[in-house]
């Protein structure tokens, strides 16, 4: 089971950016498809958009246009850019793949 811990959280205004990581254990890591996902209170979990191990990505539509998943094999990393943040995404966000979730990172959006 891959090992991943997420980083990059935090409170950011409308508006604003901010950009997630990633880390994974697993030296094998590119043959993964790996995702985001997030929960805010009371709502259940839901993707966020996915990559796989070709580099092809889908996003939710809420996120569409906002957020850029990506990918970087060489150091077994996948990120999340997010752009143009509202209120609305506020949330806890996971990563997943190989099986495995990171515990999660905080992302706040409020002014």
């Known amino acids: 089971q891959v090992q991943l811990v997420e980083s990059g959280g935090g409170l950011v205004q409308p508006g604003g950016s901010l950009r997630l990581s990633c880390a994974a254990s697993a030296t094998i890591f590119s043959i993964y498809a790996m995702g985001w996902y997030r929960q805010a209170p009371g709502k259940q979990r839901e993707l966020v958009a996915v990559?796989?191990?070709?580099?092809?990505?889908n996003y939710a539509d809420s996120v569409k246009g906002r957020f850029t998943i990506s990918r970087d094999n060489a150091k077994n990393t996948m990120y999340l850019q997010m752009n143009s943040l509202k209120p609305e995404d506020t949330a806890v966000y996971y990563c997943?793949?190989?099986?495995?979730w990171g515990q999660g990172t905080q992302v706040t959006v409020s002014s």
């Open positions: 997943t793949g190989g099986n495995g």
């Open positions: 990559i796989t191990s070709g580099s092809s990505t």
